[in-house]
C-alpha cells in the first residue's frame, strides 16, 4: 500500500515553518479550510473510500475508529445517555454513520512539549478532524473525530533541511542503539543530579545482603556473587522480572560458593544476560537479582531476605524493570516493532519523515504518556512485580515498543512524551496513609486516607502469581515499607485506620467471578480469602454511582473491638476480627431484576445500583416510628458456587456503613454498605460469604424517608438532615 496523490500533496515541511514560534494550533487563512494544511479531502466519506488503498488515509481512520472508542466510552462513564435506551448508532462504525460520511474535514498543527535536560523541546503533531454534520444533541455522542500523528525522522537518517525544526526521532528498533542507551544515561543522569524529591539519604543506603559484581575488570566473561562489606560504591541495580515456569539457574546451598568463584555470563538465562548489557552500558556494576542473591531451598534465608525486600527496592540506585518478558528465557532487548507508523516522503529531500498514531487521549489532557504503554506488558500482570515498581525511586521500563522512565518527579518515554509527577508511588501511598481524613469525615473526594493502598489492591488482585499462598506475601516490602511511616496496624492486607473502607470490597466485574485460592485460607474478612480482581466500591461510589451529586459524609455504623492471630509456620496470621456493629437476620433472597426500582421520594433521582449485586436479601426490623417495616436490599454471594451450600437460616447482615441521599425536603433515601455473614452454629461466630450495597428498598420500591427540619441541602451538617432510619441495637460479632 502506498500514498494516494492527496497525501503526497501535503506540504508537511511548509505547515512546519508556519508552526515554528507557536505553541499552539496555527490555522491559514488561504487554505481552503483545512487548517494549516491544503488540498486534502473535503469529507469523511472521502477519507474512508481512499483509506483502502492509501496508507495515510488508512491510519487516519484507525485513529478516528479509536477515537470513536475513547468517545463511547466517556459518554457511558458520564452518563451522558441513558443506559436502558442508548443512541440507535451508538456502536456502528463510522462509515456507515452518515453523520461522519458527510462531516468536513480540517487539520490543526499541534506542538507539544518533549521532555529533554537539555531544555525545552517540542513534538510535533498533525491532528485530522472529521467534523459531525447537522445539529444533533449531546446525549446522541456525535463528537468529532481526530486522529493525532506525530511527525519525526528517522534515527538512522540525517534531518536535511528539517534540521532547523529540531523534530524528535522515531524510536529506534534496537534498544541497544547509540541514541537508546543515550537516553536511558540522560534520563538517569538528569535525575540523579537535578531531582531533589528522588534523592535518598546516601549515607543511609548500604548495599543488599547479597549482589552480583558485573564488571570485574580482570574477567569480563563472569559475574561474581558477593557479600556485602564496606564497598565505598554503593550504587547497584535492583531487577524487576518475571521468573516463568522454569528456573535454569538459582542460588542454592549447593551453589553458594561456586557462585562466588564467578558464574559465566553466557549461562545466564537471556533475561539476565540483558541487564547486565544495560548495566554495562550505564556504567553501573551492581545489581541484585532475587533469585541469584536469595538462598532458594533455605526457608530461613528466604524469609529474613525477604523481609528486606522494601529496602532493596527502595534504596537500589535504579530498578531496571524487564517489562516485555515473560519469562527470563524470553529477555527484553528484542527487536522493537514499529506499529501504527507510516514512512512521509520529502520532495526536496531522500529522507522520509515518519508519522505515527497517537492513543487517543482523555479529555482535558494536554499532555503526558500512554498508561497503557506499561500497563499493557507482560510484567504488569505479575503480582510479585508491582511491589518492586511502588518501592522503586526511580525505575527504567523496557517495554515492547520503547523505554519508559518512572521517578519522584517525571514519567518519560522514549519518543519524547512525558507528564509531571508529584512524589513516587511509595510516597503517594504513604500520604495517603496519613491523612486524617477519610470516607468518614470529609465531603472532598479523592482525598481519603488509603486510597491509594486500596487502589493498589485493586491492580494487584487483578494480576497473576504461581502460589496462591504468596498472595500476602508478595506484599511484604509495601506493608514493611509503611509501617516504617505510619502509625497504624496491618491486618492481612488491610490497615486498621482504614477498616471499614477495606472490608468493603467485591467483585470487579460479573463475568469475572470470584473463586477461593489453594491452600491455607485467609480470614474471610480480607480480600485476600478470595482469587480475582477485587474492588472498595465505597472509595468510587460518588463518581461512578452519582457523579451529579454533592458528596454526603459515609457514616460508619460499626465499630473495631479487638482482632486475635494464629501462628503458621512460625509467622502470626490475624484471624478472628470482632466488631461492634447492627446485624439483621436474612428471612429471605431472590434475584435482582434487571430493571431498576422506582424511588418513592417526590424528588430527585436514585443513585445507580451496584453494577456487580446480583440478589436483593430480606429481613424485618424496628423503623424510627417502632413499627416493624419490610426492607430489601442489594447485595450477592462471594462466590456463586458457595451459595447453594449455605443454610439460608444461618444468614445474617452486618452493617458497616451508610449514607443517606438528601434530596430537596421533604425526602432522603438511604444507601447501605455491609457484609453477609453466615453464622457458626458450634462457635457462634461468623464467616463473610458475601456483602451487601444499595439502597434500602420496600418490595420493588425504593424506599423514602422523612427529612428533619434544616435550611438547605448544602448544610455542613448535612448528614444531621437525615437520622437512621432503623432502630437497631450494636452487637458484638466475631468474623472469622
Not at 360 to 379: C, K, W
Not at 533 to 548: D, G, H, K, L, Q
Not at 620 to 642: A, N, V
Not at 697 to 726: K, M
Request: proline share 5%.
Amino acid at each position: 500500500m502506498s500514498l494516494c496523490s492527496k497525501c503526497r500533496g501535503l506540504d508537511l515541511v511548509a505547515a512546519l515553518r508556519r508552526a515554528q514560534g507557536s505553541s499552539g494550533p496555527r490555522r491559514s487563512k488561504n487554505d481552503g479550510g483545512h487548517g494549516v494544511v491544503g488540498g486534502w479531502y473535503t469529507f469523511g466519506r472521502d477519507v474512508f473510500a481512499s483509506a483502502l488503498l492509501c496508507e495515510l488515509c488508512s491510519l487516519v481512520c484507525q485513529g478516528w475508529r479509536k477515537w470513536r472508542l475513547k468517545v463511547v466510552r466517556e459518554a457511558m462513564d458520564d452518563n451522558i445517555f441513558d443506559p436502558s435506551d442508548p443512541p440507535e448508532d451508538l456502536n456502528d462504525d463510522i462509515e456507515d454513520m452518515d453523520i461522519y460520511l458527510g462531516g468536513k474535514t480540517s487539520f490543526d498543527f499541534l506542538r507539544r512539549k518533549r521532555y529533554c535536560s537539555e531544555g525545552r523541546k517540542w513534538n510535533y503533531v498533525l491532528a485530522v478532524t472529521c467534523t459531525k454534520v447537522g445539529n444533533q444533541g449531546s446525549w446522541e455522542v456525535h463528537d468529532p473525530l481526530v486522529a493525532e500523528l506525530r511527525i519525526t525522522h528517522a534515527e538512522d537518517e540525517t534531518p536535511g533541511e528539517l534540521a532547523d525544526f529540531g523534530l524528535g526521532v522515531t524510536v529506534c528498533k534496537d534498544p541497544m542503539s547509540t541514541l537508546s542507551v543515550s537516553i536511558a544515561k540522560d534520563w538517569l543522569g538528569n535525575c540523579v543530579l537535578n531531582h531533589e524529591s528522588c534523592l535518598s539519604k546516601a549515607e543511609a543506603v548500604s548495599l543488599p545482603t547479597r549482589f552480583l559484581d558485573i564488571c570485574d575488570r580482570n574477567d569480563n566473561d563472569h559475574i561474581f556473587l558477593r557479600e556485602r562489606g564496606d564497598e565505598e560504591d554503593r550504587r547497584y541495580v535492583a531487577l524487576s522480572h518475571c521468573w516463568g515456569t522454569t528456573r535454569p539457574l538459582c542460588l542454592t546451598s549447593a551453589t553458594l560458593e561456586t557462585h562466588k568463584q564467578g558464574i559465566l555470563v553466557q549461562s545466564l538465562p537471556r533475561t539476565f544476560r540483558d541487564a547486565v548489557t544495560i548495566i554495562r552500558a550505564l556504567g553501573l556494576r551492581y545489581i541484585w537479582i532475587d533469585s541469584l542473591c536469595i538462598v532458594q531451598d533455605d526457608a530461613e534465608d528466604w524469609r529474613r531476605e525477604a523481609g528486606r525486600m522494601a529496602g532493596v527496592y527502595r534504596d537500589a540506585h535504579l530498578v531496571l524493570s524487564a517489562t516485555r518478558a515473560s519469562s527470563d528465557e524470553e529477555g527484553f532487548l528484542g527487536t522493537r516493532p514499529r506499529l501504527d507508523h507510516i514512512a512521509f516522503p520529502i520532495e526536496s529531500s531522500d529522507n522520509p519523515l515518519v508519522l505515527k498514531l497517537l492513543s487517543p487521549r482523555s479529555q482535558g489532557e494536554e499532555s503526558g504518556i500512554d498508561t497503557h504503554v506499561v500497563a499493557d506488558e507482560p510484567l504488569s500482570r505479575r503480582a510479585w512485580c508491582l511491589q518492586e515498581r511502588y518501592l522503586a525511586r526511580r525505575i527504567l521500563h523496557y517495554g515492547t515498543q520503547q523505554m519508559i522512565w518512572e521517578c519522584g518527579t517525571v514519567r518519560a518515554a522514549e519518543d519524547g512524551d512525558f507528564g509531571s509527577i508529584v512524589g513516587d508511588q511509595l510516597g503517594r501511598l504513604k500520604q495517603s496513609a496519613i491523612l486524617k481524613t477519610t470516607v468518614f469525615n470529609t465531603r472532598e473526594r479523592d482525598v481519603e486516607g488509603y486510597a491509594e493502598w486500596y487502589a493498589m489492591i485493586e491492580d494487584y488482585t487483578g494480576r497473576g502469581i504461581t502460589r496462591d499462598s504468596d498472595r500476602l506475601p508478595a506484599l511484604l516490602g509495601l506493608r514493611v515499607a509503611l509501617e516504617s511511616e505510619v502509625n497504624d496496624t496491618y491486618l492481612a492486607g488491610i490497615w486498621l485506620k482504614g477498616l471499614l473502607e477495606g472490608l468493603i470490597w467485591c467483585t470487579a466485574s460479573s463475568d469475572k467471578p470470584l473463586v477461593r485460592p489453594d491452600g491455607p485460607a485467609a480470614p474471610s474478612w480480607t480480600w485476600a480469602s478470595v482469587k480475582g480482581t477485587v474492588r472498595f466500591p465505597i472509595y468510587s461510589w460518588f463518581n461512578e454511582r452519582a457523579s451529579w451529586k454533592v458528596p454526603n459524609n459515609f457514616e460508619p455504623m460499626a465499630d473495631y473491638i479487638s482482632h486475635s492471630y494464629t501462628m503458621n509456620d512460625g509467622v502470626a496470621t490475624p484471624s478472628e476480627l470482632r466488631l461492634a456493629a447492627p446485624v439483621v437476620v436474612i428471612r429471605d433472597i431472590k434475584p435482582r431484576t434487571e430493571e431498576p426500582p422506582d424511588s418513592e421520594a417526590i424528588l430527585g433521582s436514585p443513585p445507580e445500583r451496584s453494577t456487580v449485586a446480583c440478589r436483593i436479601f430480606y429481613f424485618r426490623d424496628l423503623d424510627q416510628t417502632g413499627e416493624h417495616r419490610e426492607f430489601w436490599i442489594d447485595g450477592s454471594f462471594d462466590i456463586k458456587e458457595e451459595e447453594n451450600t449455605i443454610d439460608p437460616s444461618d444468614l445474617h447482615i452486618v452493617f458497616l456503613s451508610r449514607l443517606p441521599f438528601i434530596f430537596e425536603e421533604p425526602d432522603f433515601l438511604e444507601h447501605r454498605f455491609g457484609l453477609l455473614l453466615a453464622r457458626q452454629r458450634e462457635t457462634g461466630n461468623y464467616k463473610r460469604v458475601g456483602y451487601v450495597d444499595g439502597c434500602l428498598l420496600r418490595e420493588d420500591v425504593i424506599a423514602a424517608f422523612p427529612r428533619e427540619e434544616g435550611d438547605t441541602v448544602d448544610a455542613p451538617e448535612i448528614n444531621s438532615l437525615a437520622p437512621d432510619p432503623l432502630c437497631l441495637e450494636r452487637q458484638q460479632v466475631t468474623i472469622i
